[in-house]
């Protein structure tokens, strides 16, 4: 039985459709916040990055997987690297915003 079989017989995918609405409110939610919101710079750049942090967990475990698999030694290193490269891009970015203008 291939992954379309079973998704078929497993029912509706209500752990994804949970996910996504939770992934769309919190992304709306940070835009609120920095858009509908007169808090101080500080403030509104550590809820964001709070509610990004959470969007993350929600990503991992609602649609990459994360608990499934066969060997643990794997996901932590899926993980590690997933980190590695979102770290990787967002010090890059900052670095390139800094010094290009």
């Known amino acids: 039985m291939n992954g379309t079989q079973k998704q078929l ?3 509706f995918p209500w752990k994804q ?15 609120w916040i920095a858009v509908g919101l007169s808090l101080p710079v500080h403030v509104t750049i550590a809820i964001i990055v709070s509610l ?3 969007q993350a ?15 643990p030694v794997h ?6 690297f997933g980190i590695y490269v979102a770290f990787t891009v967002v010090a890059g970015t900052l670095w390139i915003l800094a010094y290009a203008l």
């Open 9 to 11: 017989k497993a029912g």
């Open 17 to 31: 459709v949970i996910g996504l609405i939770l992934s769309l409110t919190l992304t709306f939610l940070a835009l």
């Open 52 to 54: 990004a942090i959470f």
């Open 57 to 71: 967990f929600i990503q991992l475990f609602m649609f990459m997987h994360v608990t499934e698999g066969t060997e």
């Open 75 to 80: 996901q932590l290193m899926g993980i590690l």
